[in-house]
């Protein structure tokens, strides 16, 4: 299985003892494999045949499947049932008896449903030739699976080059990250001896005294921890594409956790360059956990 979209289209024809068809198959993103089918009346079998071939194709998506049926010309007859007739016309005498209307006409009891049906209606296939015509059918789904499969893969193809380059933005911006934390510490100690010497009238705090207070927050600023795990999580990220075995959950969560260290690095900046560097960050997080939410 390669790395895959859960978005896709295809369809396939098919025919069988001059019965046509064509299958239409859709999906979208879905947490799980979920599968509405359409099938015109009749064909209620294939659905559980159907949901099969789906799950041997498929990890994840909502899928709309939909046969279209055109029925052999030798079918496209019609008979009258004699019995729903007659019971129409006996009730139409009743009512005319019963008001004083005038008795129905004929058009209009030919027009009840159930009255006139098709050849095909009256004449039901039988187990065997209904076997034989479903097992045609399915093959047929077989194929627009087939095609549907190779439609995901070709969207994810495009997806695993698109989401790599943001795996390189984001290792670029925990690089230029990693620069600007460094000089926090003595940017930190700079600004601090800058405002006790204005809240100070006369006097200043020891230099043991600054040196304790730039300690405090430079632990509270130390983010070396959230740029390694940074670090990590581009690592994980690149080997889950390459292997693309059904890895849109996972790469969802790690989404999820590179924004988590991206929150805790704005949070303890304490300068604006790594701010925005943060922020920058965070933004190329937001693309990349979208398009894992379209990944199988």
């Not at 859709?26 to 064909?43: F, H, I």
């Not at 969207?155 to 695993?160: H, N, P, V």
């Not at 890895?247 to 604006?272: H, P, W």
């Amino acid at each position: 299985m390669t790395f895959a979209s859960m978005t896709g289209f295809a369809e396939s024809t098919g025919s069988h003892e001059g019965l046509r068809w064509r299958w239409e198959a859709k999906s979208v993103n879905g947490r799980s494999l979920d599968m509405r089918l359409r099938t015109p009346p009749g064909y209620d079998g294939l659905e559980a045949p159907a949901r099969r071939l789906a799950g041997e194709r498929f990890l994840r998506g909502a899928f709309q499947i939909s046969l279209l049926v055109e029925q052999p010309e030798a079918a496209r007859g019609l008979t009258v049932d004699a019995v729903a007739l007659a019971s129409a016309v006996k009730i139409a005498r009743e009512v005319a008896a019963e008001t004083g209307l005038a008795p129905a006409r004929v058009d209009g009891l030919l027009a009840l449903k159930g009255v006139i049906v098709s050849e095909e209606a009256a004449a039901p296939l039988d187990p065997v030739a209904r076997a034989h015509r479903d097992a045609a059918i399915l093959e047929s789904l077989a194929s627009a699976f087939d095609r549907l499969a190779k439609e995901r893969a070709a969207e994810g193809a495009k997806l695993a080059v698109l989401m790599s380059a943001q795996m390189d933005e984001i290792e670029r911006l925990i690089g230029e990250a990693g620069r600007l934390a460094a000089v926090q510490p003595q940017a930190l100690k700079l600004r601090l001896a800058a405002q006790v010497k204005e809240l100070l009238d006369s006097g200043s705090v020891s230099d043991d005294r600054l040196a304790q207070e730039v300690a405090l927050l430079a632990v509270k600023a130390d983010v070396r921890e959230e740029l390694d795990r940074l670090t990590a999580h581009v690592q994980d990220a690149r080997a889950l594409i390459l292997d693309g075995k059904g890895v849109g959950r996972k790469l969802d969560f790690l989404a999820q956790e590179f924004n988590r260290e991206a929150n805790t690095l704005c949070s303890k900046s304490s300068d604006i360059a790594l701010t925005r560097n943060g922020l920058a960050l965070k933004a190329v997080i937001d693309q990349f956990r979208e398009q894992a939410q379209n990944v199988e």
